[in-house]
């Protein structure tokens, strides 16, 4: 029978405290760990954008007084700390299951004659006999009988015939022992006067605990839509956007859904101290007094509300960054921060309302607000001062500035040069920005089908883009071209043509890089986060108003090579593939295809993209007869049966057979002529 008892010393519960803090510690320690390669990223090298990436790695680490740590850092310095804690405590514990080992007693080595031990043991009862040895503050009477009693029992162990036996088959001089089993719970925590106290904690943790904990991640899991935003917010978003919203409605919309986002609603729907509501005066009187903001403030203004507070005060916020507008107030400048980091997701979660009603006006408004948003930049209804004001996005170049200049077009490289012909000391930054600015190289665009030579009704349709970063002032292929040998020309068109086959028949949307493809981070000196440029890529009818195909995002486009800038062969551009189904009818189908910046301002491309579906009598003989190789149902399979239902035709059963016996047959007719004619 078993001997269960507790843990007297608590040792047992230790370890497996340890363990389990062990298993939960490591995967999380793994999760905070910056990643190097995060840190070696590279990104725009003008001096505007060096300084905000500094400023952005301060709020993010905090200082070094107050670091800024965040819940899960703290839980993990605390884990670790409590292992450490409970390492030390079980390294210094007596071990109250050891073996018993009465050479190990005595100080001898295992084997050691009968003599030998008789004659250790006499010494040793000369020096630790009680009548010997005399007690001390170290050592009382008690532990001084009980080592002397250890050393007796030890050397009767080795030396009576029986007790050794014992020793030898069951490993204790008293012989077989009770197996004991012990139980990893301090004995104190079952112990009467304690009972009370472990029923209290199990109630508060299964009774309250638990359940707070599985509600509210039931509730809040069913206020949150897939796109991780509040379900009011959505459905704000749901009841204001419409058809033909231009910019300044998408501002609205966004600023209405500010009041239910936990990370910004907390902090807007605080209590204002005297200072910052004095600055937030401040800052909409700057606002309204804006010649820029004009009628779109009073537009979105009347979409928020008057009794809507915290998204009016949202709305100021976003709006005192539109126009570059400096907050003073520190409180207001990080509840300004937050603001501005959670409109991605927003827009995202906006963009989505608009795509389900496939509005191509407010989708595009949506996708072209994020660029305005980074860029800091105001939104102008008039296109023409809306292209010159887009140069304001290069550092140290200001909007009013750009007022004055007469006869300047949008290009860059116009800009550089009247900077340099007055002397302007911004010129290297903006050379600096302009050699990382994100405009879009389209190489190539069509539509493929795959094993298909035509586009067919209801076929599955790939529009493959070929795109790269050429920055502005960038030579253009026309200007170089490198000869090649025709050898090196056909090789690098089966190397191409072969690429290309492998990214279409793959389920990739977009092509496998080399590592360091990667752009790096965007010139985007005012946007309070690292940003990575990014692109949409979408096909909308322009005459019907609708977008065709849902959006795809794209990241990663690379950056032209200037070593192989004129080849007309090389690959330094990446491919990207949408997918959709074809119409279901005939015809040419005038569709325009958009891909829209998320980051900067401006440069997006439209290109007009035609596709064409032909009926299936445009196949051939050959493209027809590959598709009646595909045999009809059996009457008897449930296929069959729908087929026959539906008027289809149907293959009886047997009706393989019967062909295939006729087949023999002739086989056999025509060996048997074959054998007549040779005996002939």
Not at 70 to 95: D, H, P, R
Not at 132 to 141: C, F, L, R, Y
Not at 165 to 187: F, T, V, W
Not at 645 to 663: A, F, L, N, W
């Amino acid at each position: 029978m078993a001997n269960y008892h507790y843990d007297e010393a608590g040792n047992m519960a230790t370890y497996f405290l340890i363990t389990f803090l062990v298993f939960i510690l490591v995967p999380l320690s793994l999760s905070i760990t910056p990643s190097s390669k995060l840190k070696s990223i590279s990104g725009c090298q003008c001096q505007a954008c060096i300084e905000q990436r500094q400023r952005i790695a301060r709020r993010e680490s905090g200082s070094l007084l107050n670091p800024k740590l965040s819940k899960k850092t703290m839980f993990v310095i605390f884990g670790w700390t409590l292992v450490a804690y409970l390492s030390y405590q079980v390294a210094n514990a007596e071990l109250d299951n050891k073996i018993y080992d009465p050479f190990e007693i005595l100080g001898i080595k295992t084997g050691t004659s009968e003599k030998e031990i008789k004659s250790h043991f006499k010494k040793l009862s000369k020096i630790y006999h009680p009548d010997k040895v005399k007690a001390t503050v170290n050592e009382t009477i008690e532990e001084i009988s009980n080592r002397f009693v250890e050393i007796t029992k030890a050397y009767k162990s080795l030396t009576d015939e029986n007790i050794r036996k014992n020793l030898e088959q069951y490993g204790h001089p008293d012989g077989r022992q009770e197996m004991s089993m012990g139980i990893a719970i301090p004995k104190g925590f079952v112990e009467g006067k304690n009972r009370i106290w472990v029923l209290v904690f199990y109630g508060l943790v299964f009774g309250g605990a638990l359940p707070a904990l599985v509600g509210r991640w039931w509730f809040g899991s069913r206020q949150k839509t897939k796109d991780g935003i509040n379900a009011k917010s959505a459905s704000a978003f749901f009841k204001s956007l419409k058809e033909d919203s231009s910019m300044e409605d998408v501002v609205g919309t966004l600023a209405k859904s500010f009041r239910y986002e936990p990370s910004s609603s907390t902090s807007l729907s605080k209590k204002l101290k005297a200072n910052e509501k004095e600055e937030l005066d401040r800052l909409e009187k700057v606002v309204e007094g804006n010649g820029q903001v004009g009628k779109s403030w009073k537009v979105v203004g009347k979409l928020v509300g008057g009794s809507d507070v915290v998204g009016k005060r949202a709305l100021v916020l976003v709006y005192a960054h539109l126009v570059r507008e400096e907050v003073r107030v520190g409180s207001l400048r990080e509840e300004q921060t937050k603001a501005l980091l959670q409109t991605p997701t927003l827009l995202n979660a906006l963009l989505n309302v608009s795509m389900a009603r496939n509005w191509l006006v407010p989708t595009m408004s949506v996708m072209r607000l994020h660029a305005y948003l980074v860029q800091a930049l105001l939104p102008h209804p008039n296109e023409a001062i809306g292209k010159r004001q887009r140069l304001a996005q290069l550092p140290g170049i200001k909007v009013e500035e750009l007022e004055g200049m007469n006869g300047l077009s949008k290009d860059i490289p116009e800009l550089i040069e009247r900077l340099e012909k007055s002397g302007d000391g911004r010129v290297g930054d903006v050379r600096k920005a302009m050699e990382r600015w994100g405009r879009l190289e389209v190489v190539d665009a069509g539509y493929k089908v795959i094993g298909e030579r035509i586009i067919t009704p209801s076929s599955i349709v790939y529009l493959v883009v070929k795109l790269r970063l050429s920055p502005p002032g960038t030579e253009s292929v026309d200007q170089k071209e490198k000869e090649l040998t025709a050898d090196e020309v056909k090789k690098a068109i089966k190397t191409n043509e072969e690429k290309d086959n492998a990214f279409l028949m793959s389920r990739k949307d977009a092509e496998d890089v080399s590592e360091g493809g990667e752009e790096g981070w965007a010139h985007a000196p005012h946007w309070p986060g690292n940003r990575k440029p990014a692109w949409w890529l979408v096909i909308a009818d322009e005459k019907l108003g609708k977008v065709v195909v849902p959006p795809l995002k794209i990241t990663g486009v690379p950056f032209s090579d200037p070593a192989k800038r004129g080849e007309r062969y090389s690959r330094d551009y990446r491919s990207y593939k949408l997918q959709f189904q074809a119409p279901q009818g005939p015809g040419m189908y005038t569709w325009k295809m958009y891909l829209v910046s998320d980051t900067f301002v401006g440069e997006e491309v439209g290109r007009n993209m035609t596709l064409k579906v032909d009926d299936l009598s445009a196949l051939n003989a050959d493209e027809q007869g590959a598709e009646d190789e595909i045999s009809d149902p059996e009457e008897d399979s449930l296929a069959g049966q729908m087929a026959a239902m539906r008027g289809g035709s149907v293959k009886k059963v047997g009706e393989d057979q019967e062909s295939d016996e006729e087949s023999s047959t002739d086989d056999d007719q025509d060996s048997d002529d074959s054998s007549d004619s040779d005996s002939d």
